[in-house]
């Protein structure tokens, strides 16, 4: 596990955006786990001004998407899918054949979960996944307790992170109860993954994931069972712990 400990969310920004563009550079064709949420936000702006000026070609780019509330319409205004498109894939413009969609309304969910994944993995399994941290240690919808070896699946989710989204959709009775997400087994394979925290709020989580005990209670802390982690997180969300905090397990 890698740490990149920025002054601020801009920087957090640049600094994820080289992180993504240094592995596009190598292979233009890379499939990406793509997260909502606020922390990427800015990452993705950053990408999409670097095209604009020629510096990033997204062109080839396939863009997966990491999860999904159960039960939404691609048109749902809460639809991550939606939140996806509007922040990634247009500003980005990447090509509408290379966006795979985890469908929340299929007549067969359970299904559909098991197909995303085998796609993923028939694809040649994910380049990099760009993941934030829940303010209970998720990654994507993977809620605590979480085990290494979970598929993409339908999970409930729990009373904090309907709380946490709630404000994003205009409170928590507008958040569904249930959500698809790409499994831990999916996101711990992956050939880079970064994650990315910004924020006071995130100061104890982030000191669980980094350097608490490896545990299915804190799902980001087993990013710590794998190599090729990249945690680029500001010096709010990082507060004063040491650069090599990380126990020798975190590799
Ligand atoms: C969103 C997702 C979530 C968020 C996490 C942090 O697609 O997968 O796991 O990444 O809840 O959200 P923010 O960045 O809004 O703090």
Redesign the pocket.
Known sequence: MRFVVVDDHDALSRSAADELAAVVAAKLSSSVL????????GMYAELAERRRRGRFDASQLRAW???EYLGLAPGDRRS?YG??RRSFVEPLGIPDGNVARLPGDSADPEAACAAFERAILAAGGIDVAI?????NG?????EPPATTDSPTRIVDLTPE?VA??GP?WGGADQVPRRAL?VGMRVILNARLTLL????A??RDILARAVAGPISPDVPASLLRTVPNVVVVADRAAWGDLPMGSAPVDGR
């Open positions: 793509v997260a909502t949420g606020n922390t990427p936000m998407q990491l999860d991550l939140w996806m993941l934030g941290l829940g303010p998720h990654l994507g919808f993977n992170s946490s989204n994003y997400t990315v925290v910004s924020g709020h995130k």
